[in-house]
């Protein structure tokens, strides 16, 4: 059985054991959890040399998963492409010096990674230092995180993923909301949500129009630490559009478009279970990310999400939410790598 299987069964014995238990989580994990190398099937996955792995706890703000929202259309959708093919869209080399510069108001309780330390900064370092260690043997820049359901982690673990990145050495990274129906990662960061992708696939702007970067304070600093090389671009208006635009080919042209001037492009995308935007905007990616909630996500569900994408490369599955470390309890079996234990047993670095 493949790790992803491995990890996917292990969301769906959390789910299975929280319904025995009341809901109480004071502390959740992001676990980084599994790993294979871009193969051409999710299904098949073939591992690569482990990097590091650390075990910390991201605090949480929001604990409690309440049911998946309704999406506009709750069966998978095929694309149609005609209405946006007709569009004209602006040809222009990206000029970066164009990109506005706005107020962000970031919530900081959504936004660990944000923290100086702590064990959320831990948690998205380890996951980023794993997916150093891919590209290290892959080519790999543009990632879109991606899960069944709604609510399940993937705008989290994006908008965060984004923030460990830029915090890594300046690296320049290009966070892109790709849930056009239900943006959500403007509000996160406290920015616009508009002109964004949408905008963009409609032929509407150009890329340097849709993109924002976080204003810095007076004496020029970041207003937090990696906002700095952090460019974003919103959901935009009109998400019922989602699967025209989606569809449309151009949001392959936009991540050609971007490639150059980043070092890493984060993709944050609606559940692929219930719409098929997802899908259509990780055919232009590198690889995707899988989002698998601990105690919520069903394996059917996860299973199914890993059949939708399997034309995409699959990195792994980060485990979202759960209340226990795998190198504390042993379950993952990465022998060999023994951190100190806290007198409450949790491992700490
Ligand atoms: N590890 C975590 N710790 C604390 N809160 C979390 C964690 N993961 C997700 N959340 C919270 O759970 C809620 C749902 O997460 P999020 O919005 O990222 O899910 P989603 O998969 O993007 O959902 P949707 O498909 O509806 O956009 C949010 O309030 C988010 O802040
Ligand atoms: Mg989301």
Same mark, same amino acid.
Request: proline share 6%.
């Given at each position: 059985?493949?790790?992803?299987?491995?990890?996917?069964?292990?969301?769906?014995?959390?789910?299975?054991?929280?319904?025995?238990?009341?809901?109480?989580?004071?502390?959740?994990?992001?676990?980084?959890?599994?790993?294979?190398?871009?193969?051409?099937?999710?299904?098949?996955?073939?591992?690569?040399?482990?990097?590091?792995?650390?075990?910390?706890?991201?605090?949480?703000?929001?604990?409690?998963?309440?049911?998946?929202?309704?999406?506009?259309?709750?069966?998978?959708?095929?694309?149609?492409?005609?209405?946006?093919?007709?569009?004209?869209?602006?040809?222009?080399?990206?000029?970066?010096?164009?990109?506005?510069?706005?107020?962000?108001?970031?919530?900081?309780?959504?936004?660990?990674?944000?923290?100086?330390?702590?064990?959320?900064? *831990? #948690?998205?370092?380890? =996951?980023? @230092?794993? $997916?150093? %260690?891919?590209?290290? +043997?892959?080519?790999?820049?543009?990632?879109?995180?991606?899960?069944?359901?709604?609510?399940?982690?993937?705008?989290?673990?994006?908008?965060?993923?984004?923030?460990?990145?830029?915090?890594?050495?300046?690296?320049?990274?290009?966070?892109?909301?790709?849930?056009?129906?239900?943006?959500?990662?403007?509000?996160?960061?406290?920015? *616009? #949500?508009?002109?964004? =992708?949408? @905008?963009? $696939?409609? %032929?509407?702007?150009? +890329?340097?129009?849709?993109?924002?970067?976080?204003?810095?304070?007076?004496?020029?600093?970041?207003?937090?630490?990696?906002?700095?090389?952090?460019?974003?671009?919103?959901?935009?208006?009109?998400?019922?559009?989602?699967?025209?635009?989606?569809?449309?080919?151009?949001?392959?042209?936009?991540?050609?478009?971007?490639?150059?001037?980043?070092?890493?492009?984060?993709?944050?995308?609606?559940?692929?279970?219930?719409?098929?935007?997802?899908?259509?905007?990780?055919?232009?990616?590198?690889?995707?990310?899988?989002?698998?909630?601990?105690?919520?996500?069903?394996?059917?569900?996860?299973?199914?999400?890993?059949?939708?994408?399997?034309?995409?490369?699959?990195?792994?599955?980060?485990?979202?939410?759960?209340?226990?470390?795998?190198?504390?309890?042993?379950?993952?079996?990465?022998?060999?790598?023994?951190?100190?234990?806290?007198?409450?047993?949790?491992?700490?670095?």
């Amino acid at each position: 059985m493949s790790k992803i299987y491995e990890a996917l069964l292990r969301a769906e014995q959390e789910r299975a054991a929280s319904t025995n238990q009341p809901q109480q989580a004071p502390e959740q994990t992001t676990h980084v959890i599994e790993r294979a190398a871009a193969a051409a099937s999710a299904l098949a996955v073939e591992e690569l040399p482990a990097t590091t792995e650390t075990s910390t706890h991201v605090p949480v703000a929001d604990p409690v998963y309440t049911e998946p929202r309704s999406y506009d259309e709750p069966t998978y959708v095929e694309p149609a492409y005609s209405s946006v093919a007709a569009v004209t869209h602006p040809t222009a080399p990206l000029d970066i010096k164009a990109v506005r510069s706005t107020v962000w108001k970031p919530m900081l309780d959504k936004l660990p990674a944000l923290e100086e330390r702590g064990n959320a900064v *831990e #948690q998205f370092r380890s =996951l980023r @230092t794993r $997916l150093f %260690g891919f590209r290290d +043997l892959n080519k790999l820049k543009s990632i879109l995180i991606s899960s069944a359901l709604p609510r399940e982690g993937k705008s989290f673990i994006a908008a965060n993923l984004a923030i460990s990145f830029a915090r890594h050495k300046a690296s320049r990274v290009l966070l892109i909301d790709g849930d056009m129906r239900r943006s959500s990662l403007h509000a996160l960061f406290g920015c *616009e #949500q508009t002109p964004g =992708l949408t @905008t963009y $696939l409609a %032929g509407q702007a150009s +890329l340097a129009q849709i993109m924002q970067t976080a204003a810095v304070n007076d004496d020029g600093s970041p207003l937090f630490a990696g906002l700095g090389s952090l460019t974003f671009i919103g959901g935009g208006e009109e998400g019922d559009k989602a699967a025209d635009l989606s569809g449309s080919g151009r949001f392959k042209k936009l991540i050609e478009e971007a490639s150059p001037y980043f070092d890493w492009i984060i993709v944050d995308s609606s559940p692929v279970n219930l719409v098929t935007d997802g899908v259509n905007l990780a055919s232009a990616c590198d690889a995707v990310l899988m989002v698998a909630r601990g105690g919520v996500t069903k394996f059917e569900a996860a299973q199914r999400a890993l059949g939708e994408l399997k034309s995409s490369k699959i990195l792994g599955v980060v485990l979202n939410a759960v209340d226990r470390s795998p190198q504390s309890d042993g379950y993952y079996g990465y022998d060999g790598y023994d951190l100190p234990k806290t007198p409450t047993g949790q491992a700490t670095q």
